[in-house]
T-cell receptor
Framework: GIQVEQSPPDLILQEGANSTLRCNFSDSVNNLQWFHQNPWGQLINLFY???GTKQNGRLSATTVATERYSLLYISSSQTTDSGVYFCAVSEKLVFGKGTKLTVNP | DTEVTQTPKHLVMGMTNKKSLKCEQH?????MYWYKQKAKKPPELMFV???????INESVPSRFSPECPNSSLLNLHLHALQPEDSALYLC???????????FGSGTRLTVV
């Protein structure tokens, strides 16, 4: 089956810093989403982005489908950005292992 | 507020109990999913319903029994579970008009 790798596994930032999270996948996909899982377990849909670039406030994402990777950018991070960020691909929504982000005040 | 509602939010059950998890969506989505998430792990797919028919069963043990009574509801019936089945159970839905999956807030299940 398709493999999804995320990096880095852990990331600690000071409030206000910028960061880039990466998702590599092993096969071509027509579905890719980024999620943020908060400490209570809620999976929040950040982007549906099988290709191209999207922006939503301080967050933006780029997927280069031909090179099988996607990037999530977080600018001016806030403590509320803390949590686990997942990339998931394909119709079955196969998840990567996630990046645990901690933003310190 | 999430558009996919799951109840209950927390459930503690014994190994001989029978219980059900419920999921409801009113977005007109015709595909609904159950995922299981163990602590510090990503969600893993259990079942997929498409147009109220079971289309994918990811080799889930028979002590988990899904049911889709109509296009808005999805149940997961639990019977004779084991302590290792303790996890966060997530429901999701997707539709052709709005790409991407929407998840509920989950049911945190503890089997004692």
């Amino acid at each position: 089956g398709i493999q999804v790798e995320q990096s880095p596994p852990d990331l600690i930032l000071q409030e206000g810093a910028n960061s880039t999270l990466r998702c590599n996948f092993s096969d071509s996909v027509n579905n890719l989403q980024w999620f943020h899982q908060n400490p209570w377990g809620q999976l929040i849909n950040l982007f549906y982005i099988p290709s191209g670039t999207k922006q939503n406030g301080r967050l933006s994402a780029t997927t280069v489908a031909t090179e099988r990777y996607s990037l999530l950018y977080i600018s001016s991070s806030q403590t509320t950005d803390s949590g686990v960020y997942f990339c998931a691909v394909s119709e079955k929504l196969v998840f990567g292992k996630g990046t645990k982000l901690t933003v310190n005040p | 507020d999430t558009e996919v509602t799951q109840t209950p939010k927390h459930l503690v059950m014994g190994m001989t109990n029978k219980k059900s998890l419920k999921c409801e969506q009113h977005m007109g989505h015709r595909a609904m999913y159950w995922y299981k998430q163990k602590a510090k792990k990503p969600p893993e797919l259990m079942f997929v319903y498409s147009y109220e028919k079971l289309s994918i069963n990811e080799s889930v043990p028979s002590r988990f029994s899904p049911e889709c009574p109509n296009s808005s509801l999805l149940n997961l019936h639990l019977h004779a579970l084991q302590p290792e089945d303790s996890a966060l159970y997530l429901c999701a839905s997707s539709g052709q008009r709005s790409p991407g999956y929407t998840f509920g807030s989950g049911t945190r299940l503890t089997v004692v």
